[in-house]
């Protein structure tokens, strides 16, 4: 697609941003304007906008949209440093005027919601063929829902806004089962949208069928639980995940490490791409994931943006996959120029921390990454840039959701235990053992899921959530990990929604402030 197809879009893009961190303009109304939709290229440009708005250093580009989930076992922030906005988020104590709540945390999603009605509300216009418009449509129906369900799972109740507003609109908040029955809805029509597959490659940048399936599971089986604890859905995640593992088009990668080395791989269900060169670089690999202490031979050190809390690192299985998730290591550079290698625990780090070995090496090419390039021994160079896709849901998500709402809708099956063994196998696990009831089936594969899943998506903190096992995990930590600012159950109950961000409570005084802030 030619550039100039683009700028219109993309500029209303930086708009919509601009906007939003101004208390007297409202983003809710920053929309396309529908008569640039008169060409396939128009509409094509559109789509290709959403996705733009993904990957800047404010979206999906940074860790910044995971600071509300600090709350959970796998993430944790150094106390001290420049990491206030994760530190209030670990310690539980998360405000609605955190620095980053609003500007990245909620307005990543909104943006693309603003986006996609763009498109849902003017892709008819388009002449041309209509399976070729719908194709192009079904990527923004996807994206929408996914934009709502981290809204919903993250905020509680939030207005649904589905179409072009005025900028004076100030809607209420619809409840979570409102904002739910859209996720699904968006989600359907997205399946008879979107083509089957994305072409002989598995180009895992743009939604397929199977995609929104596999979102849809995901979607089902939190419906399942609470808040709504519609127990029916399981039943039906299961049957969407069920269709994707039967239509044969992924499969687990065979190594764990190589799956955050490499781009559209087996097990890439759908991603977010980037591109250091045009100017997209992808700053959750590399640097973000290096330690403090630790420099390069390029003379670039790490940012410790995040690490795991100390007690669920060592509550990890004894596998393959820990080893080449967690960093246990650290590499000193000393000043005759040789590395000298100490554990995480010793007193010459300041954390005495593990940190994540997954997301340290970026893109790997010919055996060069992109990120933090190194041997066993030795740091060559660090980079904050890299061109490493972030999967936003790969196959074993996919694996573990049937095992977990097949399990739980009438027991667990012969298929259940394939599904979660199968990630197992991988990880260098023993099969499962048999005859466990479902919900001991069930806390299986969420703590599967928790150690397959780290630190990705908020993946750990949503089931954490869902599953309301805040107390549980306040319990086990360690004292080595920032104190917890609640002290009641009752105040730790109420930290499973972020705050609305002060600005959006003073664009909307008819709103009533989550519980607890």
Same mark, same amino acid.
């Given at each position: 697609?030619?550039?100039?197809?683009?700028?219109?879009?993309?500029?209303?893009?930086?708009?919509?941003?601009?906007?939003?961190?101004?208390?007297?303009?409202?983003?809710?109304?920053?929309?396309?304007?529908?008569?640039?939709?008169?060409?396939?290229?128009?509409?094509?440009?559109?789509?290709?906008?959403?996705?733009?708005?993904?990957?800047?250093?404010?979206?999906?580009?940074?860790?910044?949209?995971?600071?509300?989930?600090?709350?959970?076992?796998?993430?944790?922030?150094?106390?001290?440093?420049?990491?206030?906005?994760?530190?209030?988020?670990?310690?539980?104590?998360?405000?609605?005027?955190?620095?980053?709540?609003?500007?990245?945390?909620?307005?990543?999603?909104?943006?693309?919601?603003?986006?996609?009605?763009?498109?849902?509300?003017?892709?008819?216009?388009?002449?041309?063929?209509?399976?070729?418009?719908?194709?192009?449509?079904?990527?923004?129906?996807?994206?929408?829902?996914?934009?709502?369900?981290?809204?919903?799972?993250?905020?509680?109740?939030?207005?649904?806004?589905?179409?072009?507003?005025?900028?004076?609109?100030?809607?209420?908040?619809?409840?979570?089962?409102?904002?739910?029955?859209?996720?699904?809805?968006?989600?359907?029509?997205?399946?008879?949208?979107?083509?089957?597959?994305?072409?002989?490659?598995?180009?895992?940048?743009?939604?397929?069928?199977?995609?929104?399936?596999?979102?849809?599971?995901?979607?089902?089986?939190?419906?399942?639980?609470?808040?709504?604890?519609? *127990?029916?859905?399981? =039943?039906?995640?299961?049957? #969407?995940? &069920?269709? $994707? +593992?039967?239509?044969?088009?992924? %499969?687990?990668?065979?190594?764990?490490?190589?799956?955050?080395?490499?781009?559209?791989?087996?097990?890439?269900?759908?991603?977010?791409?980037?591109?250091?060169?045009?100017?997209?670089?992808?700053?959750?690999?590399?640097?973000?994931?290096?330690?403090?202490?630790?420099?390069?031979?390029?003379?670039?050190?790490?940012?410790?943006?995040?690490?795991?809390?100390?007690?669920?690192?060592?509550?990890?299985?004894?596998?393959?996959?820990?080893?080449?998730?967690?960093?246990?290591?650290?590499?000193?550079?000393?000043?005759?120029?040789?590395?000298?290698?100490?554990?995480?625990?010793?007193?010459?780090?300041?954390?005495?921390?593990?940190?994540?070995?997954?997301?340290?090496?970026?893109?790997? *090419?010919?055996?060069? =990454?992109?990120?933090?390039? #190194?041997? &066993?021994? $030795? +740091?060559?160079?660090?980079?904050? %840039?890299?061109?490493?896709?972030?999967?936003?849901?790969?196959?074993?998500?996919?694996?573990?959701?049937?095992?977990?709402?097949?399990?739980?809708?009438?027991?667990?099956?012969?298929?259940?235990?394939?599904?979660?063994?199968?990630?197992?196998?991988?990880?260098?696990?023993?099969?499962?053992?048999?005859?466990?009831?479902?919900?001991?089936?069930?806390?299986?594969?969420?703590?599967?899921?928790?150690?397959?899943?780290?630190?990705?998506?908020?993946?750990?903190?949503?089931?954490?959530?869902?599953?309301?096992?805040?107390?549980?995990?306040?319990?086990?930590?360690?004292?080595?990990?920032?104190?917890?600012?609640?002290?009641?159950?009752?105040?730790?109950?109420?930290?499973?929604?972020?705050?609305?961000?002060?600005?959006?409570?003073?664009?909307?005084?008819?709103?009533?402030?989550?519980?607890?802030?």
């Amino acid at each position: 697609m030619k550039i100039k197809k683009l700028i219109p879009f993309i500029f209303l893009v930086t708009l919509v941003y601009l906007g939003c961190s101004k208390l007297n303009e409202d983003p809710k109304a920053a929309l396309t304007p529908g008569n640039y939709f008169k060409t396939q290229a128009d509409l094509d440009g559109a789509v290709t906008a959403i996705f733009q708005g993904l990957v800047v250093d404010g979206g999906y580009a940074f860790d910044f949209p995971l600071y509300s989930y600090f709350g959970s076992d796998d993430l944790t922030a150094d106390p001290n440093l420049g990491k206030s906005d994760q530190r209030e988020f670990d310690q539980l104590n998360g405000s609605s005027g955190n620095g980053s709540l609003a500007g990245h945390v909620w307005y990543t999603p909104w943006a693309a919601i603003y986006q996609c009605n763009n498109v849902t509300d003017n892709y008819q216009r388009v002449a041309g063929d209509e399976a070729t418009k719908n194709a192009a449509a079904g990527q923004a129906f996807f994206i929408r829902a996914w934009s709502y369900f981290v809204l919903v799972r993250t905020f509680g109740p939030v207005p649904v806004i589905t179409t072009k507003v005025s900028a004076d609109y100030r809607p209420p908040r619809d409840s979570i089962g409102t904002v739910y029955a859209q996720i699904v809805s968006d989600l359907k029509t997205a399946i008879s949208f979107l083509p089957a597959y994305s072409g002989s490659l598995q180009l895992s940048g743009k939604a397929t069928q199977n995609a929104a399936r596999s979102l849809l599971a995901e979607v089902y089986l939190t419906m399942a639980t609470w808040p709504l604890n519609q *127990t029916s859905n399981y =039943a039906l995640a299961a049957a #969407e995940a &069920d269709t $994707v +593992i039967k239509a044969g088009q992924y %499969s687990l990668v065979p190594d764990y490490g190589q799956v955050f080395t490499t781009n559209d791989n087996s097990e890439s269900v759908f991603a977010l791409h980037f591109n250091v060169a045009g100017g997209n670089p992808n700053r959750l690999f590399g640097d973000c994931s290096g330690v403090w202490e630790e420099y390069g031979e390029d003379g670039n050190f790490g940012w410790e943006e995040f690490y795991s809390e100390l007690n669920y690192f060592k509550a990890a299985p004894v596998c393959k996959r820990t080893d080449e998730e967690f960093y246990t290591t650290i590499k000193l550079l000393q000043p005759d120029g040789t590395f000298k290698l100490v554990p995480y625990w010793s007193n010459e780090t300041r954390n005495q921390h593990p940190f994540y070995k997954k997301f340290r090496a970026g893109l790997v *090419t010919n055996g060069v =990454a992109d990120g933090i390039y #190194e041997t &066993d021994s $030795v +740091i060559i160079s660090m980079n904050p %840039s890299t061109n490493k896709t972030t999967d936003v849901i790969r196959y074993p998500l996919v694996l573990l959701a049937y095992a977990e709402a097949s399990a739980m809708a009438g027991g667990p099956t012969g298929d259940s235990y394939a599904a979660i063994n199968q990630v197992r196998a991988r990880a260098g696990e023993p099969p499962l053992t048999l005859g466990l009831s479902a919900t001991a089936f069930r806390d299986s594969v969420v703590y599967e899921r928790s150690y397959e899943f780290s630190a990705e998506m908020g993946i750990r903190w949503f089931d954490i959530q869902r599953l309301q096992l805040l107390p549980q995990v306040v319990a086990a930590r360690s004292p080595m990990d920032n104190p917890i600012s609640p002290t009641s159950l009752a105040d730790i109950q109420d930290k499973y929604y972020a705050p609305i961000p002060i600005n959006e409570m003073l664009k909307n005084p008819q709103w009533a402030q989550n519980p607890g802030y």
